[in-house]
């Protein structure tokens, strides 16, 4: 089956807004066919509600990774956004596990969040959670920071009731880490930021950003 990535419309300063319904690997070549190269960050999304264009879920650009008996990294720039390693997600997923990859991974992710402790979480990198499990995100955390960024005050003020839910996720091994996606659920189910969904192989939404002139 062919997949299109269909142009909703354009926010001013971010870009040309795009979405398609596919399982990963598909949905990111048909990203790919129009000059974009990943999902659109958590982030992008909160503005493309800001502005109006749509409420819709998305799947998105940050990576959770876990490990046995340590805590829940968040990476923006996830690994999952590489074709290959979209396919074998899609196929783990498939077949009802998580995609697991080396414990190295987590302990390079690891270290980079803790050498940047000092920054301020919505230039970070990566972001070690400060608990495990189930969390209420509220706006001063480092987390909602992190995920939401620029658009952290105006979407809490706009689209919550002052907190939003958080479903984190836990590694299964402490030889492998687990590698998953940040799901973005609709406002009118309290914008819950998801961990732990295995639905990569359906055909789920996702938002991409062309960047103005770049194609």
């Not at 809490?156 to 984190?168: D, M, R, V």
Request: net charge positive; proline share 4%; aromatic share 8%.
């Amino acid at each position: 089956m062919t997949y299109t990535a269909q142009k909703i419309d354009n926010v001013k300063g971010l870009g040309d807004i795009y979405h398609v319904a596919a399982p990963l690997d598909k949905q990111l070549e048909a990203f790919a066919a129009v000059g974009i190269h990943s999902l659109a960050a958590p982030d992008e999304v909160a503005q493309i509600r800001l502005e109006g264009l749509s409420k819709d879920y998305s799947r998105t650009s940050i990576a959770p990774v876990a490990i046995k008996g340590g805590k829940t990294i968040l990476v923006r720039n996830s690994p999952l956004m590489n074709i290959g390693m979209a396919s074998a997600a899609v196929k783990a997923h498939a077949n009802g596990k998580y995609f697991e990859t080396s414990k190295e991974y987590y302990e390079a992710m690891e270290a980079l969040a803790q050498s940047q402790d000092s920054i301020v979480p919505e230039d970070r990198d990566t972001l070690i959670l400060s608990q495990t499990g189930n969390i209420s995100l509220t706006i001063e955390m480092p987390e909602t920071q992190f995920i939401l960024r620029k658009q952290n005050k105006l979407y809490f003020k706009k689209f919550t009731l002052g907190e939003i839910p958080f479903s984190g996720i836990t590694g299964e091994s402490k030889n492998l880490a687990t590698v998953n996606y940040l799901w973005f659920d609709v406002p009118l189910c309290g914008s819950r930021l998801v961990c732990r969904g295995r639905g990569l192989y359906a055909g789920f939404r996702a938002f991409g950003v062309l960047r103005t002139g770049k194609k």
